[in-house]
């Protein structure tokens, strides 16, 4: 049995899956751009599934300069990993996601840094009654509460903060 020709002719545009992207590097250099659609869906060259988030790839001749664009939003990556790991940010399926304050994240690395992080006790005072509490809150959130100055104590804070900070003391 014959096996099956993968490598693209030089110009010739195809598309690409995110798991093949992930699993194989092709031989030659490729430049991607990330393409979606809600509408239709894309046949990967690899592995023939239907998908509506791709990358859409095409060989370019080894002189020149590889720049992976988003179709979405014209930004530029100089790898088709760092492409891909910002495509999430469009589609919003996301690999790993914190259940506390719905942040995704591309790779479990980047997830398990935000988890310790979040796990981290802090020295907290309440923006209400200026009592010191010690508490467990995401990166994120502590940086946007700090900043709009709503951080409260168990005592002073509203019902729907309360899911988002884990109190470990008054």
Same mark, same amino acid.
């Given at each position: 049995?014959?096996?099956?020709?993968?490598? &693209?002719?030089?110009?010739?545009?195809?598309?690409?899956?995110? &798991?093949?992207v992930r699993v194989r590097r092709l031989g030659t250099k490729i430049e991607f751009v990330y393409?979606?659609?809600? /509408? @239709?869906?894309?046949?990967?060259?690899?592995?023939?599934?239907?998908?509506?988030?791709? *990358?859409?790839?095409?060989?370019? &001749? &080894?002189?020149?300069? %590889?720049?992976? %664009? +988003?179709?979405?939003?014209?930004?530029?990556?100089?790898?088709?990993?760092?492409?891909?790991?910002?495509?999430?940010?469009?589609?919003?399926?996301?690999?790993?996601?914190?259940? %506390?304050?719905?942040?995704?994240?591309?790779?479990? @690395?980047?997830?398990?840094?935000?988890?310790?992080?979040?796990?981290?006790?802090?020295? *907290?005072? +309440? !923006?209400?009654?200026?009592? /010191?509490?010690?508490?467990?809150? +995401?990166?994120?959130?502590?940086?946007?509460?700090?900043? %709009?100055?709503? *951080?409260?104590?168990?005592?002073?804070?509203?019902?729907? !903060?309360?899911?988002?900070?884990?109190?470990?003391?008054?």
């Amino acid at each position: 049995m014959a096996e099956r020709n993968d490598s &693209p002719v030089e110009g010739e545009l195809f598309y690409i899956c995110f &798991p093949c992207v992930r699993v194989r590097r092709l031989g030659t250099k490729i430049e991607f751009v990330y393409v979606s659609s809600e /509408e @239709s869906t894309f046949t990967c060259r690899r592995c023939q599934r239907s998908c509506k988030f791709v *990358l859409q790839a095409v060989k370019v &001749p &080894p002189h020149h300069r %590889l720049s992976h %664009l +988003c179709s979405e939003c014209n930004q530029r990556f100089s790898t088709p990993s760092d492409l891909f790991n910002h495509s999430y940010g469009h589609s919003g399926d996301w690999p790993f996601r914190c259940r %506390l304050c719905y942040e995704g994240f591309a790779m479990n @690395s980047e997830f398990e840094r935000h988890v310790a992080r979040r796990e981290t006790v802090r020295n *907290l005072r +309440c !923006n209400e009654c200026c009592r /010191e509490f010690k508490a467990k809150i +995401c990166p994120r959130t502590y940086t946007d509460m700090r900043r %709009l100055q709503h *951080l409260y104590c168990r005592n002073c804070c509203n019902v729907e !903060n309360r899911d988002i900070i884990e109190y470990v003391s008054p």
